[in-house]
Every structure is written in structure tokens, then in C-alpha cells.
């Protein structure tokens, strides 16, 4: 259905499974383990969050500034319970018909032109119009039927049959009508279609709408869905978080870069750097072969940790003293700001 | 469980956090989840339930850990009056009089949680978390008390201090001591129950306090508002700024039902053989707002200009394309000054720049033809700020004339009441023939009308 213009990105990637989603989560430390494992580290908020949206199947609406995880949680969470993940991303001007569902419009001109000359073979001998009318009334109306259905994003989620991700992200770009449109998805895992009827699903998905605030979501949204908000780590988490996803980094450049972060965070910038950046930088030092904080180094590296000039220019008169703060916090042993 | 739950949520209204009768059958779902056991899982669940923005989270935060502070009570030795009294060998001896007061019982044996329990079930049966204003304290306090039995208790102590004035040497001792201990009890669970009070109103009441004094101050005249109600104001009308902001910036265009987009849809359908598949509707598109906003802040509305800056200020935060300008005898542009400092700061610097001096409107408004006048188009609309006095001066009407043919529409809001128009300096009613609107803007309450209407007409057109 290229002709169409799919423009919603539908990642749809298919496992094999023959089981049901039999396994309901049933504490929370197991999703902070079954996390862990694919390396997600989280915070107790975090799953708290999960399992209670898991448990009385809410969808969970997270909060955040940009590159805090996020996206990476719904993947996670995809990727730890072994199902589908269905992504819809979210701009101005997405509307039903590329969330939800459209009609393959080729499909049925082709349907039509072949009845066109069917017909004459069906109807061939009744006698007069109200008697080929009964005769036609007998087949059953496919032109509106499943078969002719295009499933996008939200409906393809609702007809897993063992369950899947649904990751709506950036809901707050999208349209406030679109947001209305939801709503019967978010509330009840059903939509419908006026031609057809009612789709409901047999597992519901687990729902992710993630959210950077650029506008202020409805109370009607907001009331159906559990609501997380995601904050910048804290140097601990922040330093198990780069060790489970830059493995190779060795442990004392970890705790300084982590405290490095952490004292960056301090600073009145104009966006903070998130976990995402301290991540990039990690990945950075391993690829420099740094092994130790150096000033000259960090002054050389900045533009990964901070995107705005501005921001680069307040921070570049104190890099050496950060620099020493940041080294004495990591031979201390753990990477606190203090 | 239930009663604590539901007192809870009220407690978290009054935070304002909104708990709507679906959300707290959802937070009972919760709680019946993950029980009562873990405290920092019972709260994260239900934190996640029920604050649903980041400010929520941190006001849920702070009304969970008051509401379920109370359970012990602060029984360490801080010395003095708070000190609870202990149980002492010699009291076997009054145990008669001590099983007719369970009160005094109760402190003697010095179980925490145990009074806690008692003062707590008191609190219910006098209604203690109905409390209303702050002056209402103490009576709480002692309705609570006196539930309690705290008459019995001071009948106890009397008669102990009396017995030990009549009775011989070894017993009166005692006594003596034992009323001691229980006075030290009495006052003791004075403080508690002030405190538990003093809680509660925290809880459920403060905020009617404040929504209170809100509301009164959306309806005095900016001209009285005082300097210390000045925080509280910006809370409001940046509150007020953000909601309209909101409910305008979004809609851009909306469909002209029933109205056929021909070319569009014979475009759009070409794929399908030209047959209309998908019919598409004529739009309407509605632009942003687009606003100059000109500000007296001369001596003569001195008292009102401050608040007249806090609302440009909020409006600048929220609409995007608004040229502020401020003036007494010159005009200067004051969009960089809004833009680049918080609020505190901004407002005295404008006032340093320009404001307190004499007037002079024909001065600021050749100023701003001169400068910036180039920017108006029928785009644009203009709000004047200001009382329209000018010592006299020449008004300059032929420029106001030109404002009034250039934009969209001029608007002029007036702290004065209309009746003070035209009297003395106030050149209004010449002004007043070259604007669209002008009213009387004394209140942030007019503020808002004002400029809701001002909003409205751009989504009309």
C-alpha cells in the first residue's frame, strides 16, 4: 500500500510465539530485574509504574525532558516480555486514517470492476429489477468488510493475539482532535468502525504515550492513563545505567564522567544534559581512549553533552574546576555531587 | 481502609490535585493491588494514579508525607513540656482512681501509637477534618480533648493535689508526683492535638484560604494592590495568561462544513481513477495573534503600571509574536528587557528606564511612528495601556489616526473609570474616536475579559 503514502512509521516486528502471554507480573521487583536483564536500569518509580498499569491494564503516559528514556522504556519492556512493539509516531496532521485504519481503495475499485462483470452471470435470469435486487441482497455486502481493511499502528496493535507494545510517542504533537480519537482505544482497547463494527481486543496491549510537554495534554487523556513522570537519575543510577549500556568503560572513568554530569546538571543551562548525552559521552571517552578525566579533553568533548552554544560558552570558564571536583568524586568511590 | 483513603483524596484536592470520583476508584484498584505493607510502593502507586503532571507529583509528594506523618507521635526527649511521662512504681497505689481515667491510664503507660490511635478516632467523632478557617484551631484542639476525657484527667490531677495537701507524709508524696507526671501528660496532649489540628487545616483548608484570597484579589483595583500580594498576583495572571494562550494558540484552521474542496479532492483522488474515494473540505485558517502592546508607565498611573507590566510580562511568556512597548515621555522598546529577565528584575528595570516621569503621549506616540510603526499591518492588533492623561501636551490625534487605519484593530484599556474620561488632562475622548474598543480595565478580572475577547475575534475571523 506504498501508493498510499504510508507516513506513519509502523515498526511491526514479528517473533515467533506460541504461547499466550501467559506470565502476569506479579511483583515489582521483577520488573526492575527483567529490566535489568535487557538493559534497562530502572528506579523503583519506575516499575511501580509498569506494574500497576500492567495490573489494572491502564496505559501509562510518560513524562520527561528529552533523552531521560522514555522511548527506551517502552522498547525495554517489548524486548523483556518477549512481544511486538508497535510504534506510532505522533506529528501535526496525523489523523485517523494513518493511526488507525484506512480502506484499501485499490482493493475495492478492483472488487467493484470485477462484480461489474460478474453481474451478469449472478443476476443472469431473473425476470425483472426487484427480483435481481432480492437476488443481490443474498451476498453478503463485502465491499466494507475486514478483508478490505488496511490496518495502521493502533489497530494492528488490538489485533495481536498474544499482546503486544504500543508505544504512541510524542502524543503531545500530534492534533487535540487526535487526542479525542484515543481515547475509546486508551479507556477500553476497542475502537470502531462505522461500516464494520466494533474491534476489541483479546489481550490488551500495554500502552506507552510518552510526552515532552510542548503542550499541555486534556484532562480526559490524562484521566484514563497512569501518569510517570521520568527525572534526571541520580549519580547512582546514573552510573549502573552507563554500566549496563557502555559495558566496557572502566569503572573509575565511569564514576568521574557520572559526577561530571552531575555537577553539569547543577549549572543554569538551557537544556540539561539527560542520560541519553551522558551515554554519548561515555561511548565518546571509551572511543578516544581516554582513562582519565582531563580538562583539555572535556573542552574538546563538550558539544556531546550540551547542545545550545550558549550553554557550551557558561560552562567553558569552569571546566577545570569541575574537572577536579568530579576527579576527587570518583577516588572517593562513588560519584556523588557532594 | 476506606475512610482514611477518602479523607486522603480531599486532602489532595485541596493541594489541587484533581481527584475525580473515576480516579479514586482507580486509586482504590491501586491500593487493593499492592496493599498496605510497603510504604514506598503504596506510594509510588498511588502517586502514579493520581498526580498526573510534574507539579502534581510534587505537591502529592508533600501532602502524602503530612497526611501520614501522624502515626507515632514525636515522643523523643526534647525536654521540657513536650516530654511524655513515664509509668513509676508507686502508682499501683492509685489504681483505682487511675482505672476510672482511661486517659490518664493511657499517658502512664506511654504507648505512642496507642494515643495516636485515640486522639486520631477522637479527631473523627468531632469532625476535626472539617475545619474551615484558621481560626478554628483551638477549638478543635479542645473538642478533640475533651472527647478524649481531658475533664476526667483534670478532675484526677485536682484531686491527687488535693490529697496530697491532706494526707500524711509518704502517701502525699506520691500523689504529688503522680499529678506532677500527669499534668506534664495534660499539656502534653494539648500540643499533640494542636498539632494534629494545626495539620489538618494544612491539609484540607489552607487551600480554600488561598483560592479565597485569589479570587478577592482578581476583583481589586490594580491601583490598590499591595506590594506584598505582588507574588501571588503573578501566580494568577500568569495562570490566567497561560490558559489563554493555550486556548488560542492551537487551533490554526478549522473546516467550513459542507463546503467542497474541489481542486484538492480531484488531486487527491487521481489515484483512484478520479473517482472521490476521499472528499476533502475547505479550511479556514486562523493566524496567531499578532499583538503590539504600548504601556504607560508615567507617575500618574505609577500604582497601576507595575501590574500592567506583570501582565505583559506573562503575556510575553505565552504568546509568541507580542511587541511590548513602554513609555512616560519617551517610548522605548521593552521586548528585550521581558525577554531575558525573570520577573522580579524586569518590572524595576522598565520602571527605572522609563517610568515615574511626566507624561507626554504625543511624544510616545510620535516615537513609535517613528520607530516602529512599520511593523503595524492589518495583522496586528494594538492594546494601549494607559490613562490617557497628558499634561496638556499635544495629543497627537493625527498619529492615533494612522495607528487606527494601519491595524487591525487599536484597543485601549483604561485604569480609570469612564466617567473620569475627558476631565482635567485626559484627552480620551478625542483618543476614543480612533479606537475599536476602549474600556475601563481596573481589575485583572477586566484584564482577562478584555483579552479574551481580543483572542476571540481573531478565531472568529
Same mark, same amino acid.
Given at each position: 500500500m506504498q501508493v498510499y503514502g504510508k507516513s506513519v512509521t509502523a515498526v511491526i516486528e514479528k517473533r515467533a510465539m506460541?504461547?499466550?502471554?501467559?506470565?502476569?507480573?506479579?511483583?515489582?521487583?521483577?520488573?526492575?530485574?527483567?529490566?535489568?536483564?535487557?538493559?534497562?536500569?530502572?528506579?523503583?518509580?519506575?516499575?511501580?509504574?509498569?506494574?500497576?498499569?500492567?495490573?489494572?491494564?491502564?496505559?501509562?503516559?510518560?513524562?520527561?525532558?528529552?533523552?531521560?528514556?522514555?522511548?527506551? #522504556?517502552?522498547?525495554? @519492556?517489548?524486548?523483556?516480555?518477549?512481544?511486538?512493539?508497535?510504534?506510532?509516531?505522533?506529528?501535526?496532521?496525523?489523523?485517523?486514517?494513518?493511526? #488507525?485504519?484506512?480502506?484499501?481503495?485499490?482493493?475495492?475499485?478492483?472488487? @467493484?470492476?470485477?462484480?461489474?462483470?460478474?453481474?451478469?452471470d449472478?443476476?443472469?435470469?431473473?425476470?425483472?429489477?426487484?427480483?435481481?435486487?432480492?437476488? #443481490?441482497?443474498?451476498?453478503?455486502?463485502?465491499?466494507?468488510?475486514?478483508?478490505?481493511?488496511?490496518?495502521?499502528?493502533?489497530?494492528?496493535?488490538?489485533?495481536?493475539?498474544?499482546?503486544?507494545?504500543?508505544?504512541?510517542?510524542?502524543?503531545?504533537?500530534?492534533?487535540?482532535?487526535?487526542?479525542?480519537?484515543?481515547?475509546?482505544?486508551?479507556?477500553?482497547?476497542?475502537?470502531?468502525?462505522?461500516?464494520?463494527?466494533?474491534?476489541?481486543?483479546?489481550?490488551?496491549?500495554?500502552?506507552?504515550?510518552?510526552?515532552?510537554?510542548?503542550?499541555?495534554?486534556?484532562?480526559?487523556?490524562?484521566?484514563?492513563?497512569?501518569?510517570?513522570?521520568?527525572?534526571?537519575?541520580?549519580?547512582?543510577l546514573e552510573e549502573q545505567i552507563v554500566a549496563a549500556r557502555v559495558p566496557d568503560i572502566e569503572a573509575k572513568l565511569r564514576r568521574k564522567l557520572v559526577a561530571f554530569v552531575q555537577l553539569l546538571r547543577e549549572q543554569d543551562l538551557k537544556k540539561l544534559p539527560s542520560i541519553s548525552e551522558t551515554l554519548d559521552w561515555a561511548r565518546v571517552l571509551l572511543l578516544l581512549h581516554a582513562d582519565d578525566l582531563a580538562p583539555d579533553m572535556i573542552r574538546d568533548t563538550l558539544n556531546v553533552l550540551l547542545k545550545f552554544e550558549?550553554?557550551?560558552?557558561?560552562?567553558r570558564p569552569q571546566i577545570a574546576e569541575m574537572t577536579r571536583k568530579a576527579r576527587q568524586a570518583g577516588e572517593r568511590g562513588h560519584a556523588t555531587t557532594a | 481502609m476506606q475512610r482514611p483513603l477518602e479523607n486522603f483524596f480531599r486532602a489532595l484536592r485541596a493541594a489541587d490535585i484533581r481527584v475525580s470520583p473515576a480516579e479514586s476508584i482507580d486509586a482504590h484498584r491501586t491500593v487493593d493491588l499492592v496493599?498496605?505493607?510497603?510504604? +514506598?510502593?503504596?506510594?509510588?502507586?498511588?502517586?502514579?494514579?493520581?498526580?498526573?503532571?510534574?507539579?502534581? /507529583?510534587?505537591?502529592?509528594?508533600?501532602?502524602?508525607?503530612?497526611?501520614?506523618?501522624?502515626?507515632?507521635?514525636?515522643?523523643?526527649?526534647?525536654?521540657?513540656?513536650? +516530654?511524655?511521662?513515664?509509668g513509676a512504681e508507686g502508682d499501683e497505689a492509685f489504681g483505682e482512681e487511675l482505672g476510672n481515667v482511661p486517659l490518664a491510664e493511657m499517658?502512664?503507660?506511654?504507648?505512642?501509637?496507642?494515643?495516636?490511635?485515640?486522639?486520631?478516632?477522637?479527631?473523627?467523632?468531632?469532625?476535626?477534618?472539617?475545619? +474551615?478557617?484558621?481560626?478554628?484551631?483551638?477549638?478543635?484542639?479542645?473538642?478533640?480533648?475533651?472527647?478524649?476525657?481531658?475533664?476526667?484527667?483534670?478532675?484526677?490531677?485536682?484531686?491527687?493535689?488535693?490529697?496530697?495537701?491532706?494526707?500524711?507524709?509518704?502517701?502525699?508524696?506520691?500523689?504529688?508526683?503522680?499529678?506532677?507526671?500527669?499534668?506534664?501528660?495534660?499539656?502534653?496532649?494539648?500540643?499533640?492535638?494542636?498539632?494534629?489540628?494545626?495539620?489538618?487545616?494544612?491539609?484540607?483548608?489552607?487551600?480554600?484560604?488561598?483560592a479565597l484570597r485569589e479570587e478577592f484579589l482578581m476583583e481589586t483595583r490594580m491601583s490598590s494592590l499591595e506590594q506584598r500580594d505582588f507574588v501571588r498576583m503573578h501566580k494568577i495572571v500568569r495562570r490566567m495568561a497561560k490558559r489563554l494562550a493555550t486556548r488560542y494558540s492551537r487551533r490554526r484552521k478549522h473546516t467550513k462544513r459542507g463546503q467542497l474542496d474541489i481542486r484538492r479532492t480531484l488531486r487527491r483522488n487521481m489515484p483512484h481513477d478520479g473517482i472521490p474515494f476521499e472528499v476533502l473540505w475547505k479550511h479556514i485558517k486562523i493566524e496567531r495573534p499578532k499583538i503590539v502592546v504600548i504601556c504607560d508607565v508615567s507617575r500618574s498611573v505609577a500604582a497601576a503600571a507595575r501590574f500592567l507590566l506583570l501582565f505583559l510580562y506573562s503575556l510575553n511568556e505565552v504568546i509568541a509574536q507580542l511587541q511590548a512597548y513602554a513609555f512616560s515621555d519617551r517610548l522605548v522598546d521593552v521586548g528585550d528587557i521581558l525577554e531575558?529577565?525573570? /520577573?522580579?528584575?524586569?518590572?524595576?528595570?522598565?520602571?527605572?528606564?522609563?517610568?515615574?516621569?511626566?507624561?507626554?503621549?504625543?511624544?510616545?506616540?510620535?516615537?513609535?511612528?517613528?520607530?516602529?510603526?512599520d511593523d503595524l499591518d492589518r495583522h496586528t492588533t494594538v492594546i494601549i495601556l494607559g490613562d490617557g492623561r497628558s499634561n496638556f501636551t499635544d495629543p497627537r490625534i493625527d498619529i492615533m489616526r494612522r495607528l487606527h487605519d494601519r491595524s487591525r484593530a487599536v484597543i485601549w484599556l483604561n485604569p480609570e473609570p469612564e466617567t473620569f474620561w475627558g476631565t482635567g488632562d485626559s484627552e480620551m475622548p478625542r483618543y476614543r474616536q480612533f479606537c475599536h474598543v476602549a474600556k475601563t480595565c481596573s481589575t485583572v478580572m477586566h484584564l482577562e475579559r478584555v483579552i479574551d475577547d481580543i483572542l476571540k475575534s481573531y478565531a472568529r475571523a
Open positions: 506460541t504461547e499466550p502471554r501467559a506470565k502476569k507480573i506479579s511483583n515489582v521487583d521483577e520488573i526492575i530485574a527483567g529490566l535489568g536483564d535487557v538493559g534497562y536500569i530502572t528506579s523503583r518509580q519506575i516499575a511501580t509504574a509498569i506494574f500497576v498499569a500492567e495490573n489494572l491494564t491502564k496505559p501509562i503516559l510518560v513524562e520527561g525532558s528529552a533523552g531521560v528514556g522514555k522511548t527506551e #522504556l517502552a522498547l525495554s @519492556t517489548a524486548a523483556w516480555l518477549d512481544l511486538p512493539l508497535i510504534r506510532m509516531q505522533c506529528y501535526e496532521g496525523l489523523d485517523e486514517s494513518k493511526a #488507525l485504519y484506512e480502506w484499501k481503495y485499490g482493493k475495492q475499485l478492483l472488487y @467493484t470492476q470485477i462484480l461489474k462483470d460478474k453481474m451478469g449472478v443476476l443472469g435470469d431473473a425476470p425483472g429489477l426487484d427480483a435481481a435486487m432480492a437476488k #443481490l441482497q443474498g451476498f453478503g455486502d463485502l465491499f466494507f468488510s475486514e478483508d478490505f481493511l488496511e490496518p495502521r499502528p493502533l489497530l494492528s496493535a488490538l489485533r495481536q493475539e498474544h499482546g503486544a507494545v504500543l508505544l504512541i510517542d510524542e502524543i503531545d504533537k500530534s492534533d487535540e482532535e487526535f487526542e479525542a480519537f484515543l481515547l475509546e482505544i486508551l479507556s477500553a482497547f476497542q475502537v470502531t468502525i462505522p461500516e464494520i463494527g466494533t474491534i476489541k481486543s483479546t489481550v490488551p496491549p500495554i500502552v506507552f504515550l510518552t510526552s515532552n510537554n510542548m503542550r499541555e495534554m486534556g484532562d480526559a487523556l490524562k484521566r484514563r492513563c497512569l501518569h510517570l513522570y521520568i527525572p534526571l537519575p541520580d549519580a547512582r550558549q550553554d557550551i560558552h557558561a560552562v | 496493599g498496605y505493607d510497603d510504604r +514506598q510502593l503504596f506510594k509510588d502507586a498511588l502517586c502514579v494514579a493520581l498526580a498526573k503532571t510534574p507539579d502534581e /507529583v510534587a505537591s502529592f509528594d508533600d501532602c502524602f508525607e503530612m497526611f501520614f506523618a501522624r502515626e507515632e507521635f514525636a515522643a523523643d526527649d526534647d525536654g521540657g513540656d513536650r +516530654q511524655r511521662p513515664q499517658l502512664l503507660d506511654g504507648d505512642g501509637s496507642e494515643m495516636a490511635a485515640a486522639l486520631e478516632q477522637s479527631a473523627n467523632r468531632v469532625g476535626a477534618t472539617e475545619i +474551615q478557617y484558621f481560626s478554628q484551631r483551638g477549638y478543635f484542639a479542645r473538642r478533640i480533648l475533651d472527647d478524649m476525657g481531658l475533664r476526667d484527667l483534670e478532675k484526677l490531677i485536682a484531686q491527687l493535689r488535693r490529697g496530697a495537701g491532706d494526707d500524711g507524709a509518704d502517701d502525699g508524696g506520691d500523689a504529688a508526683d503522680l499529678a506532677q507526671r500527669l499534668e506534664q501528660g495534660r499539656r502534653y496532649l494539648l500540643d499533640e492535638s494542636r498539632q494534629y489540628v494545626e495539620r489538618q487545616y494544612e491539609l484540607y483548608a489552607r487551600a480554600n484560604g488561598e531575558h529577565n525573570d /520577573v522580579e528584575t524586569a518590572i524595576p528595570e522598565i520602571m527605572a528606564k522609563i517610568g515615574f516621569r511626566s507624561t507626554d503621549y504625543g511624544q510616545a506616540l510620535d516615537d513609535y511612528e517613528e520607530n516602529f510603526m
